[in-house]
């Protein structure tokens, strides 16, 4: 029996933001960060179950003050990630039971909606892997060594890519398995780059949202208050 499932990583410490508490559980709009991230999954008719992705420490925290408190049935598993994010990533592919499609998200992404969780389902139903992404708003600048433009790529194929990313569960679970028998990582930076490397499919790009922005600053906080207030009235 296939089942979609879909890992959301919430390891951060809150660090880079000045704050004195990881950044998932900072509060935005009367709710902590994460909770909107497992709320759209909670949600999604087409996900049958949620790994959700913390510290070591954080995991008891996680079950009580966030999946049992606001009802997230869905969680399946809370599990501790690693030191870097396709570590944390492994550790919840490890957890995963199903053999269908894995949504891999930042919980970090609080603006994800059933809009562009329907057109991740729907490409990667024709292609396997499907990231979401947007094109570029601005012209990009590629570098040499010593910092002068070395060359300027066509904007219209430049794209900034997002999570979710969608795969085939059993394709990205054997694309991790190679990537964590090779000692040299430094190319994988998402989950779309292990499967480019490691993997047999290419990965297509899905247009997303402007607003699917990830909070890495606390004006990234004021940001999504704003656009899930919109959401909130529409």
Known sequence: MKLNYAIVLAGGNGKRMGLDMPKQYAEVNGYPLLYYS???????????????????EDTDYCRVEIAERYGFTKVKHIVAGGAERYASVYSGLKALNGDGYVFVHDGARPCINPGILQKLYDDVRCHDASVAAVL???????????????????????????????????????????????????????????????????????????????????????????????????
């Open 136 to 234: 570029s708003k601005d012209t990009v600048k590629v570098s040499d060594s010593e910092g002068f433009v070395a060359d300027t790529p066509d904007r219209g194929r430049v794209w900034i890519v997002q999570t979710p990313q969608v795969f085939d569960a059993s394709e990205l679970k054997a694309a991790y398995d190679s990537m964590m028998r090779d000692a040299d990582r430094t190319a994988v930076t998402d989950d779309a780059s292990v499967m480019e490397r490691y993997g047999e499919r290419k990965v297509h790009l899905c247009e997303a949202s402007y607003t699917n922005i990830k909070v890495t600053t606390k004006e990234d906080l004021l940001t999504v208050a704003n656009f899930l207030q919109k959401n909130s009235t529409n």
């Open 38 to 56: 497992l709320k759209a999954f909670q949600d999604c008719g087409f996900i049958d179950g949620i790994i959700l992705v913390t510290r070591n």
